[in-house]
Structures are given as C-alpha cells and as structure tokens.
C-alpha cells in the first residue's frame, strides 16, 4: 500500500507540475463542453501505467451523512474542509503534498496525513481521529478555510496545533441545521510528550434569506500545556448567481492565560468554473487584542485554484498570495505560491 501511495504521488506530482491545472477552468461557458472536457484531468490520460496506479487506488463508496448541506458547505468540501466530516458514515485518511515558494527563495515541502476512523457499533456516533503534521510552517494543510491567525506570542489557535494528535469523537447532536460533538484525546508536544485535551464544538447554521445563509460556531477547548480557550466563527454566505458566491468569515479565539483576543476577517469571492474546477478569490486580516490595545498584524490578498484531477479521491490546488505584516509597517510584500496534491482513501 505504500509502495503504491508513493509511486501515485510521484506519478501526480510530475504531472502537476509539468503542466498544471487542466483548461476546463478557462473554458468558455457559451461553447458546448465535449464529454472529455467534463472528465478530471488525469481521467483523460492514455498511459497505460498511470492508469493502472490510479485504478489500484480507486476507492468506490460514497460518504453519507444525515446533514442537509447547502451551496456554501458544498464549495468548502470541494476546497477541502473537514467540518463536516463528523457527519459521514464511514472511515477516510487523508494525505497532503503541500509544497510552498516564496520570493526570496526559501521554499517548504512536507507529507502529512490525518485519518478518521467510523466505529460503526456504536450507530457511527464514535470515531477514531489520527493526525500527523510535520513541520511548522505546513501545519494549515488547507490554507483557505483555516483563519491563519498569527499571535503575538507563543499561542496558537485551537485548531492550528494539531499536530500528532490521538482522540475519540462523539457526536451528540446531528439535525437539518445543527451539528455537536465532544473530542477527547491527546496532542504530544516535540513529538513525544503527551497533552490531553478535550474539545466541545457546536454549529448552527439559518436561511437569512433566500440567498443569505448564516452560519455559527462555538469552540470550547481546555488543555494540559495551555489551559483554556474559546473560539467563535460567524459566516455569512450569499450567492447572488448560480456560479458565484460571496462569503464574510469572522474568526474569533481567546485563550485565558493571555488574556488576549486573536480575531481573523476573512472575505471570500467563490467561483464555480465547472463540475471538476473552482476558484476562491480573498483577502485575509488579522488582529492582536488585549487589555491595553489592538494590533493589526497582517493582511493578504490571493486566489486558491482547485481541480478535481482523478475521479473524487485526487485534488490539486495551487494559491499565489501577497502577504503584508506589522513587523515591517507593511512596506514590503511577501510573495509565495503554494502548489498541494490531495488524495483522499475511504472505503
């Protein structure tokens, strides 16, 4: 199976990078699609031995959740957020291939994995969460939907730290509009020293309107080596054509020892080139709060481009963004191009 794993990554890496994303993301709406154009890009390759790895790979079952998901939740899964992988039956690992280029030529590479584990015995209420992340700077596999909040000090945000983790998930609560779980588990700092944690997470979501939709979350989260902190996320989506959306995302955490408020706004333009391809255009700031005054510490501008590369299972996503920051009063931007292959195992 590793054999297998790395011999696809090595075969997908080189075709990511020697000619990109296919050209269906440009394709004129107005033109027919052929049936071709439609299919994923390494759907559409003839060699018969990349054919052979990607088949020995497939995987042929679907999740299936009991959560109504709207437009908005369906473009973050497509861009790979896990929120709602609470709600699917079934198990799923997960590994990234980030690779990050920055102007003055530094560049980090990494392979991480995290795998969620259904224990179907217990009416998919349980499940088994596996992560490991190596390396600082990758920790955020999927940049675009984590807030990237950059403290002050030695804090992180709740769900940046999530390297080497171990834990049991329960979900109490699962309707139309609402989903709760509890994770109990631990994190090891340096790799080896355990730090017991347990997090309460509960999300709601509402129809404002018939193209409004509100979505809130609250994070209660308390830690051996941190202590406790709370995290609240306020979304707001509209969709204003089929193929357009518009997103507001404010991002919240507090961690009581410091006593300060990490804050992340988040504007997001959503673009839904075709059945495989789609594009989010944003702009990201952060702020330090606490008792004695408010900083602005950065701000970025970028497009995250993704496409389905084989059947539902490969992904392939590429994010130029320009970054400001308060260190240097914002007078020089920083440059980077981040380029990441996604595959996703279940069964």
């Known amino acids: 199976m590793q054999n297998a ?24 709406d107005s033109k027919p699609k052929s049936e071709s ?4 890009l390494l759907e559409r390759v003839a060699n018969p031995k990349i054919k052979s790895y990607l088949s020995s790979l497939s995987s042929a079952q679907a999740y299936v959740g009991d959560y109504v998901q709207s437009t908005g939740e369906r473009l973050d899964r497509f861009f790979g957020s896990d929120v709602l992988d609470v709600t699917h039956k079934g198990s799923r690992l997960i590994v990234y291939t980030p690779f990050t280029l920055y102007d003055n030529g530094d560049s980090y590479s990494s392979i991480n994995f995290k795998a969620q584990i259904d224990l179907p015995r217990t009416n998919h209420r349980w499940k088994l969460l596996v992560s490991s992340f190596e390396g600082d700077e990758e920790q955020n596999v999927n940049s675009l939907n984590k807030t990237e909040i950059s403290p002050s000090n030695t804090q992180q945000t709740v769900d940046s730290d999530s390297q080497n983790t171990l834990a049991g998930r329960y979900l109490f609560q699962v309707s139309k509009n609402a989903i709760g779980h509890v994770d ?3 994190k090891f700092i340096n790799y080896i020293e355990p730090n017991p944690y347990v997090k309460y997470k509960i999300r709601y979501k509402k129809d404002l309107t018939e193209s409004i939709e509100a ?8 830690e051996r080596d941190r202590g406790f902190a709370w995290e ?6 509209y969709q204003y054509q089929p193929k357009w959306l518009a997103r507001s995302q ?16 988040k504007a997001v333009l959503f673009e839904s080139v075709s059945s495989i391809t789609a594009r989010a255009y944003f702009v990201d700031g952060n702020w330090t709060i606490d008792n004695q005054n408010a900083i602005f510490n950065s701000v ?12 539902d299972w490969l992904y392939g996503e590429l994010e130029p963004r320009v970054t400001w920051t308060e260190t240097d009063n914002f007078n020089e931007p920083i440059y980077s191009l981040r380029l990441m292959l996604e595959m996703h195992f279940y069964k």
């Open 215 to 222: 979505r809130t979350t609250q994070n209660l989260y308390l």
């Open 250 to 265: 404010t991002s919240t955490t507090w961690w009581r020892d410091d006593a300060e408020v990490l804050l992340n706004q």
């Open 232 to 237: 609240g996320q306020q979304v707001f989506d």
């Open 37 to 40: 154009e439609e299919k994923p």
């Open 184 to 186: 109990l588990g631990l």
């Open 300 to 311: 970025a501008l970028g497009m995250n481009w993704r496409e389905k590369l084989y059947q």
């Open 5 to 28: 794993i790395i011999k696809a990554l090595l075969i997908s890496s080189g075709l990511f990078s020697a000619i990109g994303f296919s050209s269906t993301g440009f394709a004129d």
